[in-house]
Every structure is written in C-alpha cells, then in structure tokens.
C-alpha cells in the first residue's frame, strides 16, 4: 500500500460521519438536544406543543414527534399525561450524544471545563483498559493489535487516515481485555476523538515518533507487563492532557496568556497517547 494511501477499513469507520443529508428529524433532534444540554429548557419544565415546535422548525408535527421519540432515546425527556413532554435533567443521561454536546456547545467550540473532566476520566479508563489487556491477550488479539500497528505505519504523514487507523488499534485493546464494557466505551470513545479531531492530533500526530509509542505499548501488552504499561499512560496522559486543553482553547479563540498558562508543560517525555 503506498505511504499515504487510506486503508478500507479507515474509510468504512468515516464513512457514517459523511452523510450529505440528514433526516429532518435527526436535525430537529439535534438542535432540541443541544438546546436542553445548554440550558435553554428549565429541567422539569415542558417543551413547546408540537404545533409550536412544528411552526418553529417551518416541519410538519409528524417530524416532531420523531424527534421528540429521539429525545426519549436520550433519556432528555418523558411524556407526562395531561401535562406535556417534560424536559429531564441531561446530568443524569448515559447518552454519548449528551456528552458530545456538552464538549461542544456551539459550532467551532469546546468547552474546556468538559473536556478537562472527561479527559481526567478518559486517563482512568485508558489505564485500566490497557493494563487488563495486557493480562488477557491472546495471541489473536496482538496479531490484530499488530495488524493495526502496520496500518498506522502506511498513513504516515497522512493525519486523518493515521487517526481512523489508530481507532482501530484502540478497538483491538478494548477487545483484547475481553470486557463487553470496555469494548462498548472504546467505540464511544471514537465518536469523541472525531468530533475533536483538531484536538487529539496534538498528541496523536501522524509521525514515526507515536508510531514507535505504539509499538512499544503494543509490546509491553504482548509481553503482559502490567506495571509498565501503567506506568508509562499514567506519563503520556500527563503530559498530553494540558496540550489538549491549550489546543482546544486555541481553537476557541482565548487570550494567548491563558493558553500559555493551560499548555503548562511538563518535564517528562511523552510516551503513546
């Protein structure tokens, strides 16, 4: 395959995100949802009747009440007899969708707040994910990991198919543990890092340096050295996270001091991210 090549597989894991025209009442969904993540319907209070809505969004009340059953998927809302739909607390809903729209509130925008949560928990679960894989690897599951290794290696240079291949190798991890729960948050996770794609690849930059990161992480699983493995992501998390956080503001437009004051960084060599 040549060198900058995108590989099948990559494309087949971008391709849901390039859908040209999407139904009116995912976008109606859409913007209901973002409007109740950001605080624009009082927690307990009711939505608009359909008519108004449907007078809103120029859509008929069939539309409407599609997108209010999306809503209900994402645990946001509940019909309520006699009263209405009642708008829930997004707190307290397990959607990945909610959260996606917490990290980005408006259109070119993240909230750093969010992110500086979600990365904290993105570490712990990262740890622990590796950590368990490298107790129960299989063969079959390093070949997979290697097969994705060599994936990344054919995108070099080529940042966005490096990144749907390094998808891949996170799945192979979460695989690799043998946990329905931690292969379910690996795709989860994936949704998040494209969305944030102009963010991750501060750390995950397509170059031989990651690359040889991986490998060695890769190798330390196949070797099944536990400490290691954590000990070397408790490091690289450390020192991406702040760059994560000062890319992000970067992209937000904040005053150069405070990105300066976010980028804040740390002495310790970077590892894989």
Not at 62 to 83: D, G, T, W
Not at 115 to 136: K, N, Y
Request: hydrophobic content about 45%.
């Amino acid at each position: 395959m040549p060198a900058r090549a995108r590989p099948t597989a990559a494309l087949k894991r971008r391709a849901p995100h390039l859908h040209p025209s999407p139904r009116k009442a995912d976008t109606v969904a859409n913007n209901l949802l973002e409007r109740i993540v950001a605080g624009g319907f009082t927690v307990g209070a009711t939505l608009p009747t359909e008519d108004e809505l449907a007078d809103e969004y120029k859509v008929n009340r069939s539309v409407v009440r599609e997108a209010i059953k999306l809503l209900e998927v994402h645990s946001l809302v509940k019909p309520v007899r006699r009263r209405g739909t009642e708008v829930l607390d997004p707190m307290a809903s397990i959607s990945p969708r909610v959260l996606r729209a917490m990290l980005s509130p408006a259109p070119g925008r993240v909230d750093l707040t969010v992110l500086a949560s979600f990365l904290e928990l993105r570490a712990a679960i990262d740890v622990e994910m590796s950590t368990l894989a490298a107790q129960r690897r299989t063969p079959k599951d390093v070949a997979r990991m290697r097969g994705a290794l060599a994936a990344m290696g054919a995108c070099l240079g080529d940042q966005p198919a490096y990144a749907d291949a390094h998808g891949h190798l996170s799945d192979a991890i979460a695989a690799a543990t043998h946990s329905v729960a931690f292969t379910f948050i690996a795709h989860w996770h994936q949704q998040i890092s494209l969305d944030l794609d102009r963010v991750y690849s501060v750390v995950r930059q397509a170059t031989g340096q990651h690359l040889a990161g991986m490998t060695f992480l890769v190798d330390l699983m196949e070797q099944g050295d536990v400490d290691t493995v954590r000990q070397v992501l408790n490091q690289a998390h450390a020192w991406g996270r702040p760059r994560m956080l000062a890319a992000a503001a970067l992209l937000n437009g904040d005053p150069m001091e405070d990105i300066l004051a976010d980028a804040n960084p740390s002495p310790a060599r970077p590892g894989p991210h």
